[in-house]
T-cell receptor, first 113, second 119 residues
Framework: GENVEQHPSTLSVQEGDSAVIKCTYS??????FPWYKQELGKRPQLIID?????GEKKDQRIAVTLNKTAKHFSLHITETQPEDSAVYFC????????????FGTGTRLQVFP | GAVVSQHPSRVICKSGTSVKIECRSL??????MFWYRQFPKQSLMLMAT?????????EQGVEKDKFLINHASLTLSTLTVTSAHPEDSSFYIC???????????????FGPGTRLTVT
């Protein structure tokens, strides 16, 4: 089955700097890659997603890139702010009938003022 | 729109008892619901996928007789943890999907989670 690896597990940056989180997946049939932000004790919130027919997508300070050949995708956060501090998860899905998501291991991002 | 609720938000039970967790889609019909378990500082692990009116599909390693899932309607799925033990203590999160969009993928909307503590 699908396996999603995520790096780094923790990331500390200064406010205003950029943060990059990387994920790799194993199943070449995966075609949908969302990113979630989860604050302590809360539900995951979708922050951006990308489909396999697109190489890059941007939404204000957040961008995601996808390299299907290498089977990896990355989250880029620019001009980080303290409120960006949270745990970020990548996920992969085949978009098949069940549309189930396989999550990465998570990255704890800390943005210091 | 696309609100998913879970009840209860927190539950403490004694070892050996059963606990039922409800997941409801409040403003849409969910053709598919998913149940995840999340241990502290770990990722979300998919437990099972349920479609309305049919038996749930469990992920490898998840005991279907211990974690009973019922998806009786398009807005309600329940997870019952039977004969709970301390190692079942975890954060249980459901998600609901309204079905595939013309673009090919249907987004999952997550519930707020239920923190189960088994003493």
């Amino acid at each position: 089955g699908e396996n999603v690896e995520q790096h780094p597990s923790t990331l500390s940056v200064q406010e205003g700097d950029s943060a990059v989180i990387k994920c790799t997946y194993s199943d070449s049939a995966s075609n949908y890659f969302p990113w979630y932000k989860q604050e302590l004790g809360k539900r995951p919130q979708l922050i951006i997603d990308i489909r396999s027919n697109v190489g890059e997508k941007k939404d204000q300070r957040i961008a995601v890139t996808l390299n299907k050949t290498a089977k990896h995708f990355s989250l880029h956060i620019t001009e980080t702010q303290p409120e960006d501090s949270a745990v970020y998860f990548c996920a992969a899905s085949k978009g098949a009938n069940t549309d189930k998501l396989i999550f990465g291991t998570g990255t704890r991002l800390q943005v210091f003022p | 729109g696309a609100v998913v609720s879970q009840h209860p938000s927190r539950v403490i039970c004694k070892s050996g008892t059963s606990v039922k967790i409800e997941c409801r889609s409040l403003d849409f019909q969910a053709t598919t619901m998913f149940w995840y378990r999340q241990f502290p500082k770990q990722s979300l692990m998919l437990m099972a996928t349920s479609n309305e009116g049919s038996k749930a599909t469990y992920e490898q390693g998840v005991e279907k007789d211990k974690f009973l899932i019922n998806h009786a309607s398009l807005t309600l799925s329940t997870l019952t943890v039977t004969s709970a033990h301390p190692e079942d203590s975890s954060f249980y999160i459901c998600s609901a999907s309204p079905g595939r969009k013309p673009t090919g993928y249907s987004e999952q909307y997550f519930g707020p989670g239920t923190r189960l503590t088994v003493t």
